[in-house]
């Protein structure tokens, strides 16, 4: 079975340093690996993915997430953090069988970017 | 021009009742899904269909019932509602390289 997991419930930011979201995964063969986020009352938005090619993946808003095989890690980065970026964070993982992915998600991380 | 829309976006009902969700997406996705988000937020698959055949079929009381009459279309209703099924559901669809879009969630309390 596939599983998720993001080590910290809560990440606090200075607005303009760099953050990192972190994520493990543990899928049986290639993973496919995705990050989401979620507003306030909110549905979950799409950010980036990971399915093959290059490590670093660059995403919406300034995001990119770098896959590492040996450390089963995708984590999430961004340069400089915005206030605006505050929000929760889900990474998920995806295997395909019977005609769907099916996307496990990890229990999410919250952002605080802290002006 | 929503991708995914879900309605209600707010469900208030008292224990005992039976409701819907419905949904539906334009994007011309083969696959669709609902998902449970509890108070702590984490995100749990419920079903999925592709192409108005039900495919995933998670542990999940038999009172729950998706229908999707047309591949755009994903409904759930909700027999016998209990105090622990108020949670916000989202449905979505996803691509063929897995990227799920999301409706913006049906928030259900049950009282």
């Known amino acids: 079975a596939q599983s998720v997991a993001q080590p910290e419930d809560q990440v606090n930011v200075a607005e303009g340093n760099p953050l990192t979201v972190k994520c493990t995964y543990s899928?049986?063969?290639?993973?496919?690996l995705f990050w989401y986020v979620q507003y306030p009352n909110r549905g979950l938005q799409f950010l980036l993915k990971?399915?093959?090619?290059?490590?670093l993946v660059k995403g919406s808003y300034g995001f990119e997430a770098e896959f590492n095989k040996s450390q089963t890690s995708f984590h999430l980065k961004k340069p400089s953090a915005l206030v605006s970026d505050s929000a929760l964070y889900f990474c998920?993982?995806?295997?395909?069988?019977?005609?769907?992915?099916?996307?496990?998600f990890g229990k999410g991380t919250k952002l605080s970017v802290i002006p | 021009d929503t991708a995914v829309s879900q309605t209600p976006k707010y469900l208030v009902t008292q224990m005992g009742n039976d409701k819907s969700i419905k949904c539906e997406q334009n994007l011309g996705h083969d696959t669709m899904y609902w998902y449970k988000q509890d108070s702590k937020k984490f995100l749990k698959i419920m079903f999925s269909y592709n192409n108005k055949e039900l495919i995933i079929n998670e542990t999940v009381p038999n009172r729950f019932s998706p229908k999707s009459p047309d591949k755009a279309h994903l409904n759930l209703h909700i027999n016998s509602l209990e105090l622990g099924d108020s949670a916000v559901y989202f449905c979505?669809?996803?691509?063929?390289?897995?990227?799920?879009?999301f409706g913006e969630g049906s928030r259900l309390t049950v009282l």
């Open positions: 990971y399915i093959t090619g290059d490590n």
């Open positions: 979505a669809s996803s691509v063929t390289t897995g990227e799920l879009f």
């Open positions: 998920a993982a995806s295997s395909y069988g019977a005609g769907s992915y099916q996307l496990t």
């Open positions: 899928v049986s063969g290639n993973p496919y």
